[in-house]
Structures are given as C-alpha cells and as structure tokens.
C-alpha cells in the first residue's frame, strides 16, 4: 500500500511597499491578499497604497462625474475607475481614472478581465502619493505612451494636464476661458478653477459646450456612435 502525503498548503508572502517582483509575482501574490485591497507594480516596484480618506476621495468622484459624463455622451469610448491596467512587463497600476477609445484605441481587454496597453488618457488623485504619481508613474505612463496624463494634487489644491508631444509631456495651460481642452478626446472640456473648487455644475457646464462642439459630434461619427 502506498502512503501519500498531504499536500502541505503553499505560503504566499504579503505584498509589501519597496518589493522589487517580476509582473507575474506581483499578480501572484495581488491575488492571495484580501479585498479592497490596492497595490501596484512601478518601474518593477511595489507600491501599497494608504488607506482612503476624503482629501482623496472627494475629488476622485468629482473627476470620475466629469469623464463619466464624456463616456455616457461619446459612444465608443469608456471610462474607467481603479483598474489594473498592464502597461507592460514592469508596470502594472491601477489608474484612479481612465478614458480608452474602445475599438482601434491603444489598449485592449484581457480575457481575464484587465487592460492590457495604454488608455489614451489617465488621471491620477495625488495626495501624499504626489512625488510617485509625478515621478515613477508619470515616466511609466509617458514611456508606455499614454496621450494625455492628469495629475490632481489636492494639498496644494493644483491639477496638470500633460499632454504627450516627441515622448515628452507638457503641460497644458487653461485657455482665456479658463479651460483646458483635450487634445485626443474632442469635446473634453475642463474648467479647471470651477473643478478645484468643487463648483461640479460649472464643470458639467463647460463639459456640455463641449460636447455641442461640431468637433466632438465629428469624433462620435468617426467612432461609429452616430449611426
């Protein structure tokens, strides 16, 4: 008769800021910890997020409202909040908000589930994660080719729209109007002094005009939404 040991359960180590791991170690050990739970993979480094408070959160559904509404109005494109997003072999993060073009864009859906590639645009809530989000993640995003890239520092109350140009981002400046237009969303209206000071009726003001813009009803029809 032959005795088969039990099988003894395999121990997963507990993902840990400053951990250096391959993407699929990092994946590994991603799914072993609990819910709720947000962590990601820069530059090859772990980074463990803290937990949320109102300094981020607030902001977050404010900005998720704006590109929400985009979305809703612009057939074609997506947006998405907190998704893992592969941008490659060494990155794996999971952006507080993103647009992607859905047919013919730069980013796909996996089979299990996550983007695989660069969304056109991220936005990053930058808090106490600011020298990350304008460091590390900011150069990841920009070598991966991410178009457009908003950071939102809400201690200084300070948002930077980058727009990518011969792989180097430059900042964006706000029109005479005070508004910032996206560059590859058309009709991606932002007024920024009205979005930092939680003025949300004016931001989905300006955002309306520019989905009234014959630019933004161009877009639709080129993504096949106005058929």
Do not use: C
């Not at 074609?76 to 990155?91: F, H, P």
């Not at 299990?112 to 993640?137: F, N, Q, R, V």
């Amino acid at each position: 008769m032959v005795l088969h040991r039990s099988a003894r359960p395999v121990h997963v180590p507990p993902l840990e800021s400053g951990d250096r791991l391959t993407r699929a170690e990092f994946e590994r050990r991603y799914q072993a910890t609990p819910e709720h739970f947000k962590a990601e993979l820069i530059e090859g480094v772990v980074y463990v997020a803290s937990p949320v408070r109102t300094f981020h959160g607030v902001p977050h559904a404010n900005l998720i409202t704006w590109l929400g509404v985009y979305s809703a109005a612009t057939p074609g494109v997506s947006a998405a909040d907190n998704t893992t997003t592969r941008l490659d072999m060494d990155n794996e993060l999971q952006p507080d908000a993103l647009l992607r073009i859905e047919r013919g864009g730069t980013s796909t859906i996996s089979e299990d589930g996550y983007i695989e590639g660069a969304p056109e645009l991220i936005a990053e809530i930058a808090t106490s994660s600011a020298a990350i989000d304008l460091g590390a993640k900011q150069n990841a995003y920009r070598r991966n080719g991410v178009q457009e890239y908003l950071v939102w520092q809400t201690f200084e109350n300070r948002l930077s729209w980058f727009r990518l140009q011969a792989e180097a981002y430059v900042l964006l400046e706000p029109d005479a109007e005070g508004i910032v237009r996206s560059g590859v969303f058309p009709g991606l209206w932002l007024a920024v002094s009205a979005l930092l000071e939680g003025r949300m009726i004016e931001v989905l003001n300006a955002l309306q005009a520019g989905l009234a813009d014959p630019a933004h009803l161009a877009f639709v029809e080129e993504l096949g939404g106005g058929t």
